[in-house]
């Protein structure tokens, strides 16, 4: 792994830390890595307790002379978290919110705190941190102290620097210090003579400072000398160190000044050119109109977010045409009558510019102005998830972060974007564009692929010619994301050698043995050093040969299905939005253990390092594999809301098989796979199985001999299953009904629901089976790793249901994980198209019906009550779960409301394992058992997945109904 592990220094961390420690290969792999393009292993990993933690990982860190890199989310583009050093990484402990006051709008943070923690918390007291940072989901505040991180709407609230009065931090000797206004009393003083000989310097080396730093707002390279500059008085040291990327002291409390929350009622304008050029030249003019934020989106991000489901609808909603460049421009004044004028003044503005939607070519454009709150916020989510929607190409080349966020003076935007347009084109190849365009700060990623050498000389030349281009026009090379590997090396030629020594001197007065970060910001490696990139010289083609078919990631460089498979885990830019701890489903067992090991993120780098062959032989099928994929619980969230689509489901199917085909089935995995074929006979031991819940010495003896936990009871069979001839006959539009094994043989009440629905509104259901055998997808048997066995059932499905279809037949399930499997799954188990054609018609009931509404709705009858609705991840992930409102919605006096949930935590049986159910029921705390507790006694707590009902009865406790049931018992007399 190219690190030298030190076990004396690993004992000694044990020994006196609370937080956790890990010098295994595995998780150094995970933190070898950030967001940007590098990969550097580290000697160790602490997550440490508190402030006492880092203070003890500092002391024997400098007694071993091993240097420390802090951590918070890892989501850095420049390669500044990743370092041969000891990772202390606060996210997962230090979190807190120290102290609020809501009065003066201050509060003091503990840096592993995520942004968007700290305005949940806030928002009640109608405050908000307005440093609105793209990855707010899990950005930490103490990464964007150290990043001095900048946001949308920078425009009107600044940069972290100009919202932060102050830091709390432990230099290099072990001082515990606030740096703050230098005037301002403290009881943990900066040592006198550091703030005196800092002033001097500031003193001393104005002059030079004020010629040489650019006079942009988007200046966050080298340190912020003009911090100590004698006309800035007082002068706030805490200034100094937000921006210096961890590199001069430890920190850790972070005072922020904190804002009144916007007003809720805001105006866009979406402006629409016919050219790229056009928009950058029309954003000088856009600003003096008083926007808090002018955004651009680009054609290639437009061209990948409509690929893209979740932002497919957005799109639909507002774009006009196919424009080649957007400017989503915000208005937020308290009076939005203002707003409008000022809307209506950019409407104004664009067609004294030429543009009009009566234009053509490059005079193309208007405006569409979006004041649906709803529809603003996913404007908003689709232009901050640029990074990953640019980086969701399934090509080798990829968007490549270098001279990413260079800032210049607006009125040399469309100038400075179209020279780097031609230098892109020179030396072969093409740019994307998204990001900043009111700050004159533009996120532009040139297309590369990193694995080759003439690219690696591109990338080089590119960066010196770019760069040499923003200081001829006065700009800032580094505009928002910081320096790390990628831009240190060039404040020389951006800051001349004065400046440069003089943050040399900065850097040793803080820290002259190089305890923190070295290398980052003074005295840098190349940013082309190919031993620093994350596909080196020793980056192994895999051999790997996987059981599904990847080969939408097939390309001239991977024609294999091994190199195709590692393609699709090499996806995984490190962006870091499985870490997200609220919104949506991903990443539940990251949500309920904050350990980087169990985010999509985390396991798709342990997949990596095992491809490429830097985790030795074997690690696929290793037990560091093993542990790093026991908490997935194969929700699909991932599939649907990670930015890259990384489908880490699918790939610890992979995972699972390779594992089984080396060390075989284990009894438990056996009765979990092969429980479609035993179920019939399984029913007649439903006495057993009761006995066996009620019994606590019986369950704990099972649970020796299986695995399944004592605590929770096992599914019952149910005495009368449902049997196919239930759903047989009747007039009406025929319509196949896929009756699945859990349904079938353990609530058949349900399926019994689903018919009654049914042939009320017309429709004559028939349950199909095949060879005297019921119908199966297939889905316990890719639980279990069985890919065969599973292409198998598959096959036997398909042929039955194909004839059904090619008439014309909707085929309609109940249980979400198995009727999606037809329309996942089956698509990569090598079936060919008539998978794809039985995929096109397969449907959820809920969807079936809430498609069809009018038919179905005439068919109900009033019914005064609350439902509470818990959806499916796999329904989520395939962007059906709000049909179950929309079908219960139906019936005329029923209240539906969706829990926002994340995974329910049984995920099939990984609530009952005993080794993952004490996960299992923190993912449910999260949102979900708290949710329904809260409900009204008498309302109807609704899930569709068996497995949801099943956690929410034991758990909450309190029975939860399938829609079916619910749409059902509301049928009025037939």
């Known amino acids: 792994m190219g690190v030298t592990v030190r076990p004396g220094l690993e004992r000694r961390l044990r020994a006196a830390l609370k937080g956790e420690v890990r010098f295994d290969a595995a998780t150094r792999g995970r933190y070898a890595t950030d967001a940007s393009h590098y990969q550097v292993m580290p000697i160790g990993v602490v997550t440490p307790a508190g402030p006492e933690d880092v203070a003890e990982a500092l002391r024997i860190a400098r007694e071993e002379g091993v240097p420390v890199l802090a951590r918070g989310g890892g989501t850095s583009q420049c390669g500044q978290t990743v370092n041969e050093a000891l990772v202390l990484d606060c996210s997962r402990h230090m979190t807190r919110i120290l102290s609020l006051d809501p009065d003066a709008r201050r509060a003091v943070v503990e840096p592993g705190l995520v942004l968007d923690e700290l305005n949940r918390a806030l928002k009640p007291h109608g405050l908000w941190f307005p440093v609105d940072v793209s990855t707010a989901s899990r950005a930490t505040l103490g990464g964007m102290a150290g990043n001095n991180s900048c946001g949308s709407r920078s425009l009107r609230y600044g940069t972290m620097r100009d919202n932060t009065v102050g830091l709390e931090a432990i230099l290099a000797d072990g001082t515990v210090a606030r740096f703050g206004p230098v005037d301002a009393g403290t009881d943990r003083p900066v040592p006198p003579g550091l703030v005196s000989d800092l002033l001097a310097l500031g003193a001393r080396e104005a002059e030079e400072i004020l010629a040489r730093f650019p006079q942009v707002q988007r200046r966050v390279g080298g340190y912020n000398l003009d911090a100590l500059l004698p006309a800035n008085r007082p002068q706030n040291l805490g200034h100094l160190l937000v921006g210096s990327e961890g590199t001069l002291a430890f920190f850790t409390a972070i005072e922020l000044a904190l804002s009144p929350l916007p007003p809720a009622r805001r105006r866009l304008g979406a402006c629409h050119f016919g050219s790229f050029h056009g928009a950058m030249a029309s954003a000088q003019h856009i600003v003096r109109l008083g926007p808090t934020a002018v955004e651009l989106v680009d054609s290639t991000m437009l061209e990948l977010a409509a690929s893209i489901p979740l932002f497919r609808p957005t799109l639909e909603a507002f774009l006009r045409g196919a424009p080649e460049a957007l400017l989503l421009v915000e208005f937020a004044e ?361 019994t606590p010495w019986l369950a704990r003896a099972i649970e020796r001999a299986t695995g399944f936990a004592a605590e929770r009871s096992l599914p019952e069979w149910s005495t009368e299953p449902f049997r196919d001839a239930e759903a047989a006959g009747g007039a009406g539009e025929r319509v196949i009904l896929f009756a699945d094994t859990f349904n079938r043989w353990f609530e058949p009440t349900n399926l019994r629901g689903a018919v009654a629905v049914l042939r009320a509104a017309g429709f004559a259901p028939v349950a199909a089976s095949a060879g005297g055998r019921p119908l199966c997808c297939g889905r316990t048997f890719l639980a279990a790793g069985l890919v065969d066995r599973a292409r198998e059932e598959a096959r036997r499905s398909l042929e039955a249901l194909l004839p059904a279809v090619r008439a014309g037949l909707p085929v309609i399930g109940l249980e979400p994980s198995c009727l999606l499997t037809l329309k996942d799954e089956w698509l990569a188990l090598g079936l060919g198209a008539a998978a794809r054609e039985v995929a096109e018609a397969a449907m959820l009931f809920e969807s079936f019906v809430a498609r069809r509404g009018e038919r179905f709705r005439a068919v109900f009858r009033p019914r005064e009550a609350e439902a509470l609705v818990h959806g499916h991840c796999h329904a989520k992930a395939h962007g059906v779960a709000q049909d179950i409102v929309a079908a219960l919605r139906l019936v005329p006096g029923l209240s539906v409301s969706m829990v926002e949930s994340s995974c329910c935590g049984m995920a099939g049986s990984f609530g009952l394992q005993v080794e993952t159910a004490p996960v299992a029921r923190k993912m449910a705390e999260l949102s979900l058992l708290p949710a329904v507790r809260r409900a009204a006694s008498d309302a109807i707590v609704v899930a569709n997945g068996t497995s949801c009902r099943h956690q929410i009865g034991e758990l909450a406790p309190r029975e939860a109904l399938s829609p079916a049931r619910v749409l059902a018992a509301a049928l009025g007399p037939q």
């Open 334 to 694: 308290e009076d939005d009558a203002e707003n409008a004028r000022r809307v209506a003044a950019l409407a104004d503005l664009m067609r004294d510019l030429g543009f009009s939607w009566e234009g053509t070519g490059t005079r193309f454009g208007g405006v569409v102005e979006v004041t649906d709150a709803k529809l603003q916020a996913s404007i908003t989510e689709l232009r901050t998830a640029g990074l990953n929607i640019m980086m969701s190409m399934k090509e080798e080349r990829k968007p490549v972060s270098f001279v990413e966020d260079a800032a210049v003076p607006l009125e040399h935007l469309a100038d400075y974007t179209a020279r780097l347009t031609e230098l892109f084109e020179k030396h072969g190849t093409r740019g994307t564009w998204y990001a900043h365009a009111g700050s004159g700060c533009l996120h532009v990623r040139p297309v590369l692929n990193l694995k080759l050498e003439k690219d690696l000389r591109a990338m080089r030349a590119i960066a010196e010619e770019a760069f040499a281009m923003v200081r001829a026009y006065k700009g800032s090379h580094s505009g928002e994301h910081g320096d790390g590997i990628v831009r240190s090396e060039f404040h020389r030629m951006m800051f001349g050698d004065r400046i440069v020594s003089t943050f040399e001197a900065v850097k040793d007065r803080f820290d002259p043995a190089g305890l923190f970060n070295p290398g980052r910001i003074v005295r840098p490696p190349r940013m082309d050093d190919r031993s620093l990139l994350r596909y080196h010289d020793r980056y192994a083609a895999s051999t790997v040969v996987p059981r599904l078919d990847w080969s939408e990631f097939a390309t001239e460089a991977r024609p294999t299905p091994a190199l195709q498979f590692q393609g699709a885990v090499e996806m995984c830019n490190n962006n870091g939005a499985c870490r997200a701890l609220a919104g949506g489903v991903m990443c539940p067992s990251y949500r309920a253990t904050r350990e980087e090991r169990d985010s999509t993120r985390g396991r798709a780098n342990t997949l990596r390092l095992a491809l490429s062959g830097q985790l030795g032989p074997d690690a696929f099928t290793s037990e560091a594999m093993a542990e790093t994929m026991a908490l997935c619980v194969g929700c699909k969230a991932c599939k649907r809301e990670c930015p890259t689509g990384v489908d880490m489901a699918r790939m610890k199917i992979e995972v699972q098989a390779a594992r089984v085909a080396a060390r075989g089935l284990s009894l438990r995995e056996r009765l979990i796979a092969f429980l479609p074929r035993y179920a019939p006979l399984a029913r007649h031991a439903r006495a057993a199985i009761a006995w066996r819940n009620r």
